[in-house]
């Protein structure tokens, strides 16, 4: 397995890696092809992540947020979990995504009601941004949000809400004018009068997360429940997506590695029977390739969380980040999937874990802006640095 040691500024930071590697290895792992398989949300798993504090990683410290290096401890809880179960890592990607709009948006009485609520009574969180006619698109969505007197009156449709079945608290982006700066975010809980849960998605991959619709109708919030200020949506998304891309490049490094492993050990076990296994040049170049892959792409990622502790986010970079692990994530599984070919194995039946970790890196190319948008992202923000 490959070391990240190097990358990981402090000795805490690496004694929280190791131990969430044990829980991933021993409790979550094993599940993950059930998971998989049966499709369903798993709430053992779920109950195990909030135990070791992993729902809460962004929070602040005296809600149960790991405090110093929050972005890096994300992405190392991510990574050390999507090496197993890359459905069990999505929950910590959500959690920390839906949650920023309230943590840096709430007011303070909004904060001091709701963080406790999901910290203690472990309600998970889900972020309604995507709408049918509004993804990469973020400034086209539909969903509006009237102002009432104390109130505002939300009506729309979102898609696509990861956890959007099994959260207790909603951030919903809403238009409150039109134009640019018009969208503003929203707390909404999940007893709301009006909001109810849509059809749940079948998926390629990563299948043991929740996906959803989620339908507002008429939903009456107080007007305290708007996060930031009104106008001020697109940008705290902006920000949210800082933090949240080298995540999900945590992830597809996760999930490369998870790969490699299972090649790895498939390769030393079958050794001690037939030894010029390992010599062969198409999987040493493989091997090689996917390792190198791996190494860059955990330079970029960590540079980008550390970059977001500091404060100095580098928006160019998390993307740079994103979309650089999740392709090599694609490219290392697919690449494996031929190596097992070689190693006359059948890495394309169900019951290998290659299979699944195929599957499930795609959607790291996809969640949190496609790779064209993160390289859209990337040129548009080189052409602005050259004009200086
Ligand atoms: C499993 C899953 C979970 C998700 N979870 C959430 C969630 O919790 N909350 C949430 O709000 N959203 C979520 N999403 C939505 C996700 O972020 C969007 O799917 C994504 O942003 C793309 O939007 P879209 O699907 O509407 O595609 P579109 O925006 O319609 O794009 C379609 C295709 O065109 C390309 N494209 C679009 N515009 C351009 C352009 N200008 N230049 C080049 N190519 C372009 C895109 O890359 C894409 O390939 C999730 C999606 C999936 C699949």
């Known amino acids: 397995m490959f070391d990240p040691t190097s990358l990981i500024p402090?000795?805490?930071?690496?004694?929280?890696?190791?131990?969430?590697h044990r829980v991933a290895r021993e409790k979550i792992g094993p599940q993950a092809s059930r998971v998989d398989e049966k499709e369903f949300f798993n709430r053992e798993a779920e109950s195990l992540l909030w135990d070791h504090g992993l729902l809460t990683l962004t929070f602040p410290k005296k809600y149960g947020g790991y405090g110093k290096g929050r972005a890096v401890a994300l992405c190392i809880g991510v990574e050390e979990i999507a090496k197993y179960c890359a459905s069990s890592s999505l929950l910590l990607i959500i959690q920390a995504v839906g949650s920023f709009p309230i943590i840096h948006g709430g007011a303070k009485r909004i904060k001091q009601t709701y963080l406790p609520q999901m910290s203690q009574g472990r309600k998970p969180v889900a972020y309604l941004v995507?709408?049918?006619t509004a993804g990469s698109d973020v400034a086209s969505i539909q969903t509006t949000a009237v102002r009432d007197g104390n109130h505002y009156i939300l009506n729309g449709s979102k898609c696509f809400a990861t956890s959007g079945g099994v959260a207790g608290i909603y951030s919903v982006l809403a238009k409150t004018s039109e134009g640019k700066n018009g969208s503003s975010f929203f707390l909404v809980e999940r007893e709301s009068e009006g909001l109810s849960i849509g059809r749940t998605e079948r998926k390629l991959g990563q299948r043991g997360s929740n996906t959803t619709e989620v339908f507002l109708e008429n939903v009456k919030v107080p007007a305290e429940n708007l996060l930031g200020r009104e106008g001020e949506g697109f940008l705290i998304a902006m920000k949210d997506f800082d933090m949240s891309r080298p995540a999900i490049a945590a992830q597809a490094l996760g999930i490369a590695e998870g790969a490699v492993a299972t090649i790895v050990q498939f390769i030393r076990e079958k050794n001690t029977v037939e030894t010029s296994m390992a010599d062969h040049p198409v999987i040493q170049a493989v091997l090689a390739d996917s390792a190198v892959l791996i190494e860059a792409g955990r330079g970029l990622t960590y540079r980008a969380a550390l970059l977001n502790d500091e404060g100095k986010d580098d928006t160019k970079l998390a993307s740079m980040a994103k979309c650089f692990a999740s392709d090599a994530a694609m490219k290392i599984t697919t690449d494996l999937l031929?190596?097992?070919?070689?190693?006359n194995e059948y890495g394309f039946l169900k019951d290998s874990q290659l299979e699944r970790m195929f599957r499930d890196a795609k959607l790291t190319q996809i969640f949190e802006g496609t790779n064209q948008i993160q390289r859209l992202v990337?040129?548009?923000q080189m052409l602005k640095e050259s004009m200086g």
Do not use: K, Y
């Open 10 to 20: 402090t000795e805490a930071l690496r004694a929280f890696r190791d131990r969430i």
């Open 130 to 132: 995507t709408e049918p």
């Open 338 to 343: 031929d190596v097992f070919q070689i190693l």
């Open 378 to 380: 990337i040129a548009r």
